[in-house]
Structures are given as structure tokens and as C-alpha cells.
């Protein structure tokens, strides 16, 4: 009896129906920030299709506006902001559950209020400026790297997701960054406006952070 019961079991792993795969569009932007959808079948930890947006600002002028579809997990799908008052970065996710149901792209949250955190910023070589953080800018934020043999600080309004990830941001940029979740808590410092791009450029990878 214990030979047919498992025999029985043995079988019954074909003949139950096998789950379906999630769908989802996957593009990669090119240069021009567009892309164009593929479909693809998910691998098995990626439940969630998603559609990325990734934005910065420099000088109120729009500097990269880059768009994206792929399979995701639940984990990614969040909102990630840095402002460093003459620059602003944002990423934003938009996710969901059926099978390709990422047509539409994530919405630009780049016209977000102030949210009443404050934080220091840099303004010239001076970085006692107050700065209004927006959105979900909750937290404070200080960047430090070298650049050409002299320290170069960076300070500003930082999201959740920014902070969370700081260790893997310092690994990437090479530099210290830190972060704090009351007003002014990033004291003031010194900076020269050149260290700003030279900051900004490697953050746009936290897109791809797990």
C-alpha cells in the first residue's frame, strides 16, 4: 500500500497544471532616454512587472529623462529621491501584478511639494545654505569624494530608498555618504560647484541596485 501511495504522489507532480510564468515588456533606454517593448517571461523570484523613470534636473533644466520596463520584484518597487538643491535626482517606480501590464511608463513626480524637512546644501564654496526638502525627502544627506587630490562635499535632501542603499551609493561613487533624519543634521561644510556632476553622473546607477 505504501508503494502505490507513492507511486500516486509520483504522478501527481505531472498531472497537477503547471503555473504560469509572469509576462512582462522589458526595454532598456538607449541615449535618446526611449526605448522600445519586448516581451519577456519572467524568472521565478520576479513577481511584479515594472516601469521605471529616472530624472535629473540641473539648474531647473532637464539634463536626462530616461525611461524602462522590465520583470521586478515587489522589494524594487519604490520611489528614490536626492536633492542637492541646484540638482535633483528621482527615480520612480510604478509596478504591478498581471501579465503585461507595464505598458504605460511611470509618471514624472518631479513637481513634488515640500514636505517641511530641512537640510543644509552647498551654494558656491559654502554649504550652510538651507535647503526645503520635497516629496519623500525625509532624510539629510552628505556625500564626500576626492577629486583631482581635494575633498569635495556634497550635501542635500535624500528619500528612504537613497539612505538605504548608502553603503552600496559609497561603494559605487568611491566616496563617504551618510545620512541622518532631522533638520539640519548634515552640519555645514566646504565645496566647490565642480564636484556637483562629478557626484551626480555615477548616482543615476542606484537604478540598478538590488
Known amino acids: ?20 510564468t509572469l509576462k512582462c515588456y522589458e526595454c532598456a533606454a538607449g541615449s535618446s532616454g526611449s526605448c522600445i517593448d519586448a516581451t519577456k517571461e519572467c524568472p521565478s523570484l520576479a513577481d511584479r ?7 535629473v534636473y540641473h539648474d531647473d533644466a532637464v539634463i536626462a529623462d530616461i525611461k524602462g520596463k522590465s520583470c521586478t520584484s515587489a522589494v524594487h518597487c519604490a520611489n528614490a529621491s536626492v536633492n542637492f538643491g541646484e ?3 528621482l527615480l520612480t517606480n510604478k509596478c504591478c501584478t498581471t501579465d503585461l501590464c507595464n505598458t504605460l511608463p511611470a509618471p514624472d513626480v518631479s513637481k513634488s511639494r515640500s514636505n517641511g524637512n530641512k537640510c543644509f546644501s552647498c ?6 545654505t538651507s535647503l526645503d526638502c520635497l516629496g519623500n525627502e525625509h532624510y539629510c544627506i552628505s556625500a564626500t569624494l576626492d577629486v583631482n587630490g581635494q575633498r569635495r562635499t556634497m550635501k542635500g535632501c535624500a528619500s528612504k530608498q537613497m539612505c538605504s542603499n548608502n553603503q552600496h551609493v559609497s561603494a559605487l561613487i568611491g566616496a563617504k555618504v551618510t545620512c541622518c ?20 553622473t555615477p548616482l543615476l546607477s542606484l537604478a540598478m541596485l538590488s
Open 1 to 20: 500500500m505504501d508503494n502505490m501511495h507513492h507511486l500516486l504522489l509520483f504522478f501527481g507532480m505531472f498531472l497537477l497544471p503547471k503555473v504560469d
Open 49 to 55: 512587472c515594472g516601469a521605471l523613470r529616472l530624472i
Open 87 to 89: 540638482s535633483r535626482t
Open 123 to 128: 551654494n558656491g564654496l559654502h554649504c550652510d
Open 181 to 200: 533624519d532631522c533638520d539640519y543634521c548634515n552640519s555645514a561644510g566646504h565645496t566647490p560647484r565642480a564636484a556637483l556632476l562629478i557626484l551626480l
